[in-house]
């Protein structure tokens, strides 16, 4: 039996309730980013056209299985676009290196442009990437979605920190530490 989909203002209105209970309720990191997004119209703004043009995706297939699908592919986009931001967290870079890691994945000649661009590449796509686990979990009653997102975002990390930590090392040292790492 095929069940019929979730509609497009479903999704975003639960998305919206979803950003709301993190500024409220979430992890710290979740209460800091969602509360940043709603208190700045403008950002709101944009995250809420981006969201829908994600939501138009998922809500575009008729049938409940089909929409799972494609939030399972929205939400691997979102973890790919959230991983710069968070290496920049994980990581104790210098200023060089934090210059070098801007200009491998920004086009701006100026480091602190491409900083902000990617903090609130950051803010939108982790709210994104959080709206899709709870339209997952409260919508879709979707049983096999965390799991396997979960053990993917560990692997394409470990593996985005490897690219990163091998694309900055300059000096003989670094280089030494990550040649074992470089070969892979």
């Known amino acids: 039996m095929r069940i019929q989909g979730i509609s497009q203002a479903r999704l975003m209105e639960e998305s919206e309730l979803c950003l709301v209970e993190a500024a409220k309720y979430g992890t710290p990191a979740q209460m800091t980013v969602a509360a940043r997004l709603i208190c700045h119209p403008e950002s709101y703004r944009r995250w809420e056209a981006e969201h829908a043009q994600l ?38 870079l210098t200023l060089e290196q934090r210059e070098k890691l801007m ?19 950051y803010v939108r796509g982790a709210s994104s990437y959080w709206c899709s686990h709870h339209l997952a979990r409260r919508l ?17 990390t470990d593996y985005f920190r490897v690219f990163c930590d091998v694309e900055l090392a300059t000096t003989a040292e670094e280089k030494q530490a990550i040649e074992p790492m470089r070969m892979l």
């Not at 009653?141 to 993917?152: I, Q, R, T």
């Open 103 to 121: 200009a491998l994945f920004h086009s701006f000649k100026d480091y602190s442009a491409s900083l902000i661009a990617e903090h609130s590449n």
């Open 140 to 156: 879709m009653k979707d049983g096999v979605f965390a799991e396997p997102l979960h053990l993917y975002e560990e692997r394409y």
């Open 55 to 92: 939501m138009g995706r998922v809500s575009a297939h008729t049938y409940l299985h089909r929409q799972a699908l494609a939030l399972r592919a929205t939400a691997l986009t979102l973890l790919h676009r959230k991983a710069v931001f968070e290496y920049l967290q994980d990581r104790q």
